[in-house]
């Protein structure tokens, strides 16, 4: 074959087919929430998300979003929103995410010299008296400070007279002062802890149901809480003034006077029970994520 014949042949060889690329994440997304005929804004509410963060993954913005295990998080939520495999955006987003080189860190070796020679006796020693130089002192100050406290938990406080044993305890903030009528209780709101013990006041709670308890004496308005776990209540009065605000432990009791309409906030609300002039509160359509808030008109 002469010289023009082999240039021939070699044009007709096919030339290799190009790989076409694969889609990346953002495509895959946008392809996905376009068959369900859903917008980004309508992504970003089902997801709870904002939607500047659901147009970061649609268009591999990566940077805008939080980080690494957030971003597989939110791909695998998406996923569900368009009930497609997680698997197959996670991949995409392996190839589309920017990967971090790990920095080769040598440590230099040289010039490093081991010895198998044993610590000389005199540094044992020396360690042994320093620890005994910090530790003798340190026992003798808690052996004095032992029986000190020893010492003030043998005096016993004075045995309360029997006929104010039975009495109910009023817990104030510091600036209030309790006030000589029922009109001034309404106007302040008093916080009224009543003892399980109290002889004249008929119980609250029966089991878990919050009975109806009958309104004050001074027919103020008035409300009962019985706590049957730790939980924190913050009560307002018509004027906005916070009359009542603390943690109370399980199994106590308080009850709260003021001018209405009362507002509410009620942490750990599924262990607290309520009754307002006497009538039970249901508290369960005012809860979200276990605190609820609500005003009593």
């Not at 005199?122 to 003798?136: D, M, S």
């Not at 730790?230 to 605000?245: H, N, P």
Request: a neutral charge.
């Amino acid at each position: 074959m002469n010289e023009e014949g082999q240039h021939t042949a070699a044009r007709a060889e096919p030339l290799p087919e190009a790989t076409p690329a694969l889609p990346t994440l953002g495509e895959l997304l946008v392809a996905a929430r376009e068959r369900w005929n859903l917008s980004a804004a309508d992504v970003a509410r089902q997801l709870r998300l904002g939607l500047r963060q659901v147009e970061g993954l649609e268009s591999n913005r990566f940077e805008v979003l939080p980080g690494n295990t957030f971003v597989r998080g939110f791909i695998r939520n998406y996923a569900k929103v368009v009930q497609e495999e997680p698997a197959v955006f996670l991949d995409a987003y392996e190839r589309c995410r920017p990967q971090l080189q790990q920095r080769e860190i040598v440590a230099a070796a040289e010039h490093i010299e081991f010895t198998n020679k044993p610590t000389p006796r005199w540094v044992w020693y020396l360690g042994g008296v320093a620890v005994l130089l910090v530790t003798v002192p340190l026992l003798i100050y808690f052996a004095l400070h032992d029986d000190e406290s020893s010492k003030s938990r043998v005096a016993r406080p004075a045995k309360m007279p029997p006929n104010q044993a039975h009495e109910a305890q009023l817990t104030l903030p510091p600036q209030h002062i309790l006030p000589q009528s029922a009109e001034s209780n309404a106007a302040s709101g008093v916080a009224v802890t009543v003892p399980a013990a109290t002889a004249t006041a008929p119980p609250i709670m029966q089991g878990t149901a919050l009975q109806a308890v009958p309104a004050a004496a001074s027919g103020a308005p008035n409300l009962t809480m019985h706590f049957e776990g730790d939980a924190w209540v913050e009560i307002r009065d018509k004027s906005g003034t916070k009359i009542f605000s603390q943690l109370s432990r399980a199994g106590s009791e308080q009850v709260v006077q003021g001018t209405p309409p009362f507002a509410l906030v009620v942490g750990n609300a599924a262990r607290v029970r309520i009754a307002y002039n006497g009538k039970p509160v249901d508290l369960a359509p005012y809860i979200r994520v276990n605190v609820a808030r609500f005003t009593l008109e």
